[in-house]
């Protein structure tokens, strides 16, 4: 990623981002979210732009044996959502890498569900 692009999407960097993440997604909102987002456990899950990975930690907490898969394209983010993953003892479950939405490395149907927040 270029200079430029990192700097636009300087704005969403840290974890300070994810305070207003924790005050909308309150405990009795996840059913209703996972109700919208057909996701149930033991399912393959993607998650597009990713960033700190607020999303997939949440997927990964809430469903029993869904095994994520969380990319971004801004190496910095990836590092930031490695940390706190290794903090919540979540890496098993969630498989970070590189990639982008537009190109994504994958074969049709590899996964139950593909998702995305917040991506721009
Ligand atoms: C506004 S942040 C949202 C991050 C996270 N989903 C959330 O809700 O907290 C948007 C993220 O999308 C990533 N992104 C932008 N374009 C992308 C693309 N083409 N493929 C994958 N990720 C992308 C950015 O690097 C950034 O981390």
Same mark, same amino acid.
């Given at each position: +990623?270029? %200079?430029? $692009?990192?700097?636009r999407s300087g704005y969403f960097k840290g974890e300070r981002q994810e305070l207003g993440l *924790? !005050?909308? !997604?309150r405990p009795e909102f996840v059913p209703l979210l996972l109700e919208y987002l057909g996701a149930a456990p033991g399912m393959r899950i993607l998650e597009v732009g990713s960033g700190s990975g607020f999303l997939s930690r949440l997927l990964a907490r809430s469903l029993p044996g869904a095994w994520l898969v969380a990319l971004d394209? %801004?190496?910095? +983010?990836? *590092?930031?959502? *490695? *940390?706190? $993953?290794?903090?919540?003892?979540?890496?098993?479950r969630i498989l970070l890498g590189y990639g982008d939405t537009f190109?994504?490395?994958f074969a049709d149907n590899s996964f139950d569900v593909v998702t995305s927040h917040r991506l721009l």
């Open positions: +990623m270029s %200079d430029k $692009q990192s700097a *924790r !005050y909308a !997604y394209t %801004d190496r910095e +983010m990836l *590092r930031l959502a *490695r *940390r706190i $993953q290794e903090r919540e003892g979540l890496v098993e190109e994504l490395p």
